[in-house]
């Protein structure tokens, strides 16, 4: 007899796989770990040193693409409840990946200074000696956040109220855009953050950065087709191409004609990552324009294996992410103990991105060899239900009645 669960479906809701969020996930993912290991080549040939927007864009613009594309569905087939429920796992599942993360950042770096704290100031995590209390209290309340580990907090708020965000996307899209970009605008124009532990505000403002998220659902959730016909014309894929080579030649010349010093310092403001600067929007959203045109959705290099890698990561991208941060700060030491090295610095680059890959890998087989199973009554119980019915039948109620 099977034992049915009350209240599921057990039909999938099937969702056509869009392997570009996979690659973009996972191109952003290798730049943010080469990001946290500076001094390798791989810095010098980033993409933030040719423009105002960084991988942390690519990121939080795709995760809102990926959220409306998956659970938008499961909203529109299952109802907002089951869907908005998938959702605010998801956003559980990234909150204590933030803080088993933290813990064993902590390890890490106590093993590394062996016993000592000449790593504290480095991590940012000195405040946890002297005020201990506090500090895992303002960690639980996401306002402690060691170096490296700031983007998962703005991942988990942006996902925690993303249900509302799909649903009013889904019904009133224009609204839930204005409502977003009203929030943005305020955030910079007052200044309004959530404040961080022992001091300061956060890295990431969600306020404004939240923004972004939402304009990656709404494209995740299919925009309106006068969008896609504007966003694909010849003259926006021109103008978004003439920004983004325009920023690339100011930036090769950044630091060579002190360009810095011509900028008024009001207006650096918009170039600000924190608070994701007017000028740091326009560049990434160029981009994206530019990518949408030269990566369509079955574009043919995403069956190759050389983008396996790249792929595999996007695939798995919250282990991912960790992964990377834990192995970025090792990277970190193992440069200050081998100074002045290129051959070691391009090793632990390099070695950083085959352990990622391979840990894609291991989970990508481990998915792929999972038994789906349902718990059914063994066949003397079974026998027992039609011989003795008095018997069985009150004990088959007190679990719940289903088919047998």
Not at 194 to 203: E, H, K, L, T, V
Not at 236 to 256: E, K, N, P, T
Not at 265 to 279: C, I, P, Q, R, W
Request: net charge neutral.
């Amino acid at each position: 007899m099977e034992m049915p669960v009350p209240g599921v479906k057990l039909n999938p809701v099937e969702i056509p796989r869009d392997f570009r969020l996979d690659l973009y996930r996972g191109y952003a993912l290798w730049l943010i770990f080469l990001a946290h290991v500076p001094g390798t080549f791989f810095n010098r040939i980033t993409p933030w040193n040719y423009g105002f927007s960084d991988p942390a864009e690519i990121f939080i613009f795709v995760s809102g693409y990926a959220n409306a594309y998956v659970y938008g569905r499961v909203m529109e087939q299952r109802g907002f409840v089951v869907g908005g429920a998938q959702v605010v796992r998801r956003a559980f599942e990234a909150y204590v990946a933030q803080i088993f993360l933290f813990v064993i950042l902590i390890g890490e770096v106590f093993w590394l200074s062996h016993g000592s704290h000449a790593l504290d100031d480095a991590m940012n995590i000195r405040i946890l000696h002297e005020r201990p209390d506090e500090s895992i209290v303002a960690l639980l309340q996401l306002k402690f956040m060691p170096v490296n580990m700031n983007v998962l907090p703005l991942y988990v708020v942006v996902l925690a109220v993303s249900p509302a965000v799909l649903w009013l996307l889904r019904k009133m899209p224009a609204l839930a855009l204005a409502l977003a970009a009203t929030v943005y605008a305020v955030a910079n124009l007052f200044g309004l953050n959530f404040p961080s532990f022992p001091r300061g505000y956060w890295y990431f403002n969600p306020l404004a950065w939240q923004f972004l998220f939402v304009l990656g659902a709404w494209c995740g959730l299919g925009a309106a087709d006068w969008v896609w016909s504007l966003v694909r014309s010849r003259l926006v894929l021109i103008l978004a191409a003439v920004y983004a080579v325009s920023v690339f030649v100011m930036f090769l010349g950044w630091d060579r004609l002190n360009l810095g010093a011509l900028i008024p310092e009001s207006s650096l403001y918009a170039f600000g990552k924190t608070n994701l600067g007017v000028l740091r929007l326009l560049h990434f959203l160029a981009l994206a324009i530019v990518a949408d045109w030269l990566i369509p959705r079955h574009w043919p290099p995403l069956s190759w294996r050389v983008l396996r890698p790249l792929i595999l990561c996007g695939q798995h991208s919250l282990e991912v992410f960790c992964l990377g941060v834990t192995l970025a700060f090792a990277g970190q030491v193992a440069l200050v103990e081998a100074p002045g090295s290129t051959i070691i610095r391009l090793l632990v680059a390099v070695a950083g991105i085959a352990v990622m890959v391979a840990v894609s890998a291991l989970l990508s087989w481990y998915n792929s060899t999972r038994v789906s199973f349902r718990i059914v009554a063994d066949a003397a119980g079974a026998k027992a239900d039609v011989v003795e019915p008095p018997a069985v039948g009150p004990a088959l109620q007190s679990v719940g009645s289903g088919p047998s």
